[in-house]
């Protein structure tokens, strides 16, 4: 900049390097029997709320530490002070990607709902770490509670970004709608989510075709009534 700043050069030699893509983590998903163990195992922990956020929604786990009580809502548009049961999470993100709906299951209800008696009253923030203060890394959940239970388990270490991946595998490989998760993980595309995970679902159980299933029906429907 300051060669070209004193016209020494017209253009920056520095314009042609080419900057180095972050590459996201290799797809290893856990296996179901392998998140229960995890949870089950965790149950009693104070992080328990946090890594089963992570299963149960797909998202990242700096989205997770970030939460607020204020972008939870209710079916009926009302906020979690207003309403004992939210269903959307909408996140506080600047991406584009992250900027999404996040719908609640039941399970994610429950945690939160136990989660309200501990930090409601006490902070903007759902999760709070030892201190009742809002999270600013994952550093410490990773250290004494996360790489601890997977040595306990025998399960072969991976970073929880994975359970990101195991949401999105098990929730197809169950017949979960692809629209429905590609909109969960903030992907802007089908294409993207079947790129990413057409492998894992190629063997899951085969479900006899709808369509098939109504052509059939309205055939018999035909063939008696003639």
């Keep these: 900049n300051y060669a070209v700043e004193k016209k020494y050069l017209e253009i920056?030699?520095?314009?042609?390097?080419?900057l180095l893509k972050t590459e996201k983590p290799d797809?290893?998903?856990?296996?179901?029997?392998?998140?229960?163990?995890?949870?089950?195992?965790?149950?009693?922990?104070?992080?328990?709320?946090?890594i089963a956020t992570l299963f149960f929604t797909g998202m990242r786990i700096g989205e997770v530490l970030s939460m607020k009580w204020?972008?939870?809502?209710?079916?009926?548009?009302?906020?979690?002070?207003?309403?004992?049961?939210?269903?959307?999470?909408?996140p506080e993100q600047k991406t584009k990607e992250s900027k999404r709906i996040i719908e609640l299951t039941e399970p994610m209800q429950q945690i939160l709902q136990g989660q309200?008696?501990?930090?409601?009253l006490h902070s903007e923030f759902?999760?709070?770490?030892?201190?009742?203060?809002?999270?600013?890394?994952s550093h410490s959940i990773i250290r004494y509670y996360w790489k601890p239970v997977l040595k306990k388990l025998g399960i072969e270490y991976r970073i929880p970004y994975q359970c990101r991946h195991t949401f999105a595998v098990l929730s197809l490989k169950l017949g979960d709608d692809?629209?429905?998760v590609a909109k969960q993980l903030g992907h802007t595309s089908l294409q993207m989510l079947f790129t990413r995970y057409a492998r894992f679902i190629k063997n899951r159980a085969k479900r006899e075709s709808k369509f098939a299933k109504s052509v059939?029906?309205?055939?018999?429907?035909?063939?008696?009534s003639g």
């Design 126 to 137: 759902i999760f709070l770490n030892s201190d009742g203060k809002p999270y600013t890394s």
């Design 70 to 90: 204020r972008t939870l809502i209710s079916m009926n548009g009302h906020t979690m002070s207003e309403s004992p049961s939210p269903t959307i999470y909408s």
């Design 178 to 180: 692809p629209e429905d």
């Design 27 to 50: 797809i290893h998903p856990f296996s179901h029997e392998e998140m229960m163990a995890i949870l089950n195992e965790l149950k009693e922990s104070r992080v328990y709320p946090i």
């Design 216 to 224: 059939t029906i309205s055939a018999r429907n035909k063939k008696a």
């Design 12 to 18: 920056s030699p520095m314009l042609k390097i080419a």
């Design 116 to 120: 309200k008696s501990k930090t409601f």
